[in-house]
């Protein structure tokens, strides 16, 4: 659960396409969500960070 609350934190608070959410984003992006061709875009980077997260929740559950 803290997995999936600290992804919509970061895709909310971090970093948000602009619109309608962007009024707490740190940065914004201006990207065109309904494209067609958006998902290989930021899939990677969402992928990434998950990875992320996710490593460091283990690092921090082994100690």
């Known amino acids: 659960m ?8 970061f895709a909310v608070l971090v970093t948000a396409p602009a619109g309608n959410l962007d009024g707490l984003a740190l940065y914004t992006v201006p990207l065109d969500l309904s494209a067609p061709g958006i998902a290989w875009y930021v899939l990677p980077v969402e992928a990434g960070f998950v990875l992320c997260a996710w490593l460091a ?3 921090a559950l082994r100690v």
């Open 2 to 9: 803290a997995l999936h609350f600290l992804n919509n934190v």
């Open 57 to 59: 929740a283990r690092l």
